[in-house]
T-cell receptor, first 115, second 110 residues
């Protein structure tokens, strides 16, 4: 088990372009989460999946954002028509049921810079 | 609504001295509480968590935290700080969805 993997680590894109990030969770974890972290702030919840079902989306997730987890394994987060305000670190995490006494395991994140 | 307040934005501590980071939370039920550490440009590493039971929780890297329901607090402590403890520390509360504080940056001076 290599933990939660995120790709790419860094992405620089021009305003208006679309970007897609990938997250590979720990294989036995059925829950997967996306968070966004801006400079000097703690992470903010964006969305979460249980297996392939997207169960909750934050109001932060505008209609330019879409997340998928097609087979209940890896997940992708796509941002369409990027804006400078989208510049942030995008963190993925996975967990088993928290009731089982486990916390999240986070990936190293994807740093997005929109120029 | 759930929320976390970390009152200290930045703490400087001498190597070998003790460290305490404050965390106050707001949560409607019995909380799940977490402390994470983040090094520059990296993801978050779980230091410790409280789910139930003993209110003094031991974590990795010599850290511990104490849950005090009456004060809605979950403060993080380390008896003797090492230079490698310089990082940003986040307190979080929640169940499937975590709310994080804004973080406390710890600087360790020689």
């Amino acid at each position: 088990d290599t933990g939660v993997s995120q790709d790419p680590r860094h992405k620089i894109t021009k305003r208006g372009q679309n970007v897609t990030f990938r997250c590979d969770p720990i294989s036995e974890h059925n829950r997967l989460y996306w968070y966004r972290q801006t400079l000097g702030q703690g992470p903010e919840f964006l969305t979460y999946f249980q297996n392939e079902a997207q169960l909750e989306k934050s109001r932060l997730l505008s209609d330019r954002f879409s997340a998928e987890r097609p087979k209940g394994s890896f997940s992708t987060l796509e941002i369409q028509r990027t804006e400078q305000g989208d510049s942030a670190m995008y963190l993925c995490a996975s967990s088993p049921r928290l009731e089982e006494g486990y916390g999240y395991t986070f990936g190293s994140g994807t740093r997005l810079t929109v120029v | 609504a759930q929320s976390v307040t970390q009152p200290d934005i930045h703490i400087t501590v001498s190597e070998g001295a003790s460290l305490e980071l404050r965390c106050n939370y707001s949560y409607g039920a019995t909380p799940y509480l977490f402390w994470y550490v983040q090094s520059p440009g990296q993801g978050l590493q779980l230091l410790l968590k409280y789910f139930s039971g003993d209110t003094l929780v031991q974590g990795i890297k010599g850290f511990e935290a104490e849950f005090k329901r009456s004060q809605s607090s979950f403060n993080l402590r380390k008896p003797s700080v090492h230079w490698s403890d310089a990082a940003e520390y986040f307190c979080a509360v929640g169940d499937y969805k975590l709310s994080f504080g804004a973080g406390t940056t710890v600087t360790v001076r020689a």
